[in-house]
């Protein structure tokens, strides 16, 4: 699946999540749950589901894994009591209306579903 400029799929957050860049291994080890604090922000974590196109550009493109790494991450975790998974949302549009209402929410998006109720962390 290509993807034009304005449909890249890009990290999100909520507005008060402060800061302007993250490194690639931060937002891994944010989406990997094992992160639960970042910037004086509590981390919450939302996610598409594992067959979605945009889950799974985000997570090779953005995070460097394949989808069922991650999903095998945070089952290991759930199952020996160490750490939570992320909470699943069914569409774009849920995700943009959770990551602006939660504080402390990380997402992603399509580009061009970006408004200004969340803002994009760069990632490097």
Do not use: C
């Not at 957050?13 to 080890?29: D, P």
């Not at 061009?112 to 109720?117: A, E, R």
């Amino acid at each position: 699946m290509a993807f034009a400029e304005s449909n890249e799929v890009v990290l999100v957050v909520n507005s008060g999540v402060k800061g302007q860049h993250i490194s690639q291994g931060t937002i891994r080890t944010i989406f990997g749950m094992r992160l639960s604090d970042w910037n004086e922000n509590e981390v919450k974590v939302f996610v598409l589901p594992d067959d979605h196109p945009i889950h799974i550009v985000f997570t090779k493109k953005k995070l460097g894994m394949f989808p069922h790494q991650l999903r095998w991450a945070w089952d290991r975790q759930v199952f020996s009591g160490t750490g939570r998974a992320p909470i699943v949302v069914n569409t774009e549009e849920e995700m943009r209306q959770v990551v602006a209402s939660t504080p402390g929410a990380f997402g992603y998006l399509r580009r061009s579903q970006v408004n200004g109720s969340i803002h994009e962390l760069q990632i490097r």
